[in-house]
């Protein structure tokens, strides 16, 4: 591996962005009051106890009362902060989008080209939500990122394909993807076929198997369809 490719594999690797983990602001202090900051300490506490309890009993197995126990929390002061065991799962989502999001400016400010960029874009996505399978099982269940069953998610996934638009918006300049399709068209295609290899995969309806390996195929199959 050249220097130059190493050090940019290693930016990557450092910066790598997680679809759970909610991403930092600014130091508190600066932007929040006391009161302010121990509500926002307290949602987080939710949040991190509720999918702590996803991972280890599943979601349909935990309830709020759980939740509250281990907090030492009311079911009140919980339903202040979440309406629905549901609501924290979309909260879940937002973080998921806003991962995606990081992992898509990533990829357009890299050099690479469109096929190399889209490899490792759904590659790195794919590593997070298989290796937290039983949080994104019932994240897909849910519909917590589902626009049409979340209508709250329609902001944060629009960014997200608008930045897969420009990718492969990018790759038709270059001449490295077919302009036979509008760019709307083919950055749907390509979603599509990644969600839908995510909730097969996170219910097994076709089976038992490997999520990066069917996401991979989904990707070349895309890519053999959108070659000039």
Known sequence: MAPATAARSRVRTQ?????TRQKKA???????????????????????????LFRKH??????IDDIVNILEIS???FFRYFPSKDAVLRDVGKRGFACIVEHLKSELSSEADTAARL???????????EADRR???AVVLSGAMDPVRSPEMRGPEGIAVGLLREILAQGQRRG??????PVLHLAEFMEGLYQTVVRQWAVDLTGPHKLGERVDSAVEFFLRGVQP
Not at 27 to 51: C, Y
């Open 135 to 137: 949080l994104w099982e």
């Open 15 to 19: 910066s790598r962005p997680s679809l």
């Open 176 to 181: 490295e993807i077919t302009r036979v399709f």
């Open 26 to 52: 600014a130091p508190a202090h600066q932007t929040l009051g006391l009161r302010e900051r121990k509500k926002a300490r307290l949602r987080e506490q939710i949040v991190e106890t509720a999918l702590r």
């Open 75 to 77: 079911q009140p002061t």
């Open 119 to 129: 490899r490792h874009l759904y590659r790195a996505l794919a590593r997070e939500v």
């Open 58 to 63: 599943g979601y349909e197995n935990t309830r």
